[in-house]
């Protein structure tokens, strides 16, 4: 009997804390939304090809948005067994409503990866009945899986309970908000060339988006607008910035042109000659895209800017097409 109540009684207590750290995450999202025992399983079948790279990605219809920008926790066990957990905040793709969190345990050994999705406090009661059962008789089944998840679920709580919005993560870098987004008067290209402030953009309105399958420029309607104001104790967002040139080289038409400069927080995505990458990891020599004269053209980064300015809020977009174009280049929605 002793051997089986120690169990019974560490899922209980793992539920619990769960439920109590889903009610205070969830108390602070703008938009919760409403997790279903189906949209549970169908977000534990999406399959993530590279866990330190894919940190932000659609699919399914569900956003997956790594938690708090962090890496992995590693737990070195004394077997010699290294676990690892990845934790993803997990939106609706449609409306951006907050579900849940996932969490991702990964065997070092056997490299076997099992998912958990930890509803939010408004989910459906089905979709919490799935999740304690994963933990009986998943979590049970994996030496080592409960106490490394319970640890996890545990940190974060304790960070929730102290307020600690400024405090930093185990690799160093600030906690902050998920602000991917741009200043209000940074300008928006619309299909016909001209320009808006982002800040006065509204849900409906057309502007000029990228079709990655074709690699052109098209009309897209944008869906969603976001304003992000700093997080407290901070009073402002900090911008960063790239200076571009044309790639071609310095022609006559073009022998007086300055380098161009594109503002964004660190972490929001742009489209680079290798895919889709932050603001703040884009280096001197890589590639980015510009709208010129009606087509889109490779722009060399000449420069980096750490700090370009703050700003007291920021602004982003969401799309029809994923992708849209500020100041000239192509930025991908968050």
């Not at 932000?56 to 010699?80: T, W």
């Not at 700093?230 to 009073?235: D, G, K």
């Amino acid at each position: 009997m002793k051997r089986h109540i120690f169990p019974f009684l560490f899922v209980l207590a793992s539920a619990l804390l769960t439920n109590f750290f889903a009610q205070r995450v969830w108390a602070q999202a703008s938009a919760p939304g409403v997790l279903t025992a189906e949209d549970a399983k169908a977000i534990k079948a999406i399959k993530i090809a590279n866990l330190d790279k894919d940190t932000y990605f659609k699919a399914g219809g569900f956003i997956l948005d790594r938690y708090e920008e962090r890496p992995a926790y590693v737990f070195n066990y004394s077997d010699g067994i290294q676990r690892r957990i990845y934790l993803y905040r997990v939106f609706t793709a449609a409306d951006t409503k907050e579900l849940g969190l996932l969490a991702i345990y990964q065997n070092g050994k056997t490299n076997e990866m099992k998912s958990f999705v930890i509803p939010g406090a408004n989910a459906d009661r089905k979709a919490w009945d799935l999740y304690i059962d994963d933990l009986k008789y998943v979590g049970e089944k994996e030496q080592g899986l409960m106490s490394a998840l319970g640890f996890v679920i545990s940190r974060e709580m304790s960070v929730l309970l102290g307020g600690d919005a400024g405090a930093k993560t185990d690799d160093g870098k600030k906690k902050e908000e998920y602000n991917f987004c741009f200043a209000p008067d940074a300008p928006v290209t619309l299909p016909a060339g001209t320009t808006k402030p982002i800040a006065e953009v509204k849900a409906g309105d057309v502007v000029l988006g990228y079709d990655a399958t074709t690699h052109t420029l098209v009309p897209t309607r944008v869906t969603g607008i976001q304003a992000h104001a700093p997080v407290a104790p901070a009073t402002s967002i900090a911008l960063v910035g790239v200076w571009m040139t044309p790639s071609e080289g310095i022609t006559a038409s073009r022998a007086m042109t300055a380098p161009t400069l594109l503002e964004a927080t660190a972490n929001h995505p742009v489209l680079t000659a290798t895919g889709r990458k932050p603001l703040g990891e884009v280096q001197t020599g890589e590639t980015l895209y510009r709208y010129e004269a009606g087509q889109l053209m490779p722009y060399q980064v000449v420069r980096r800017n750490e700090a370009s300015r703050s700003i007291k809020t920021v602004y982003t977009l969401t799309t029809e097409r994923g992708a849209f174009v500020v100041d000239g280049a192509v930025v991908l929605d968050k």
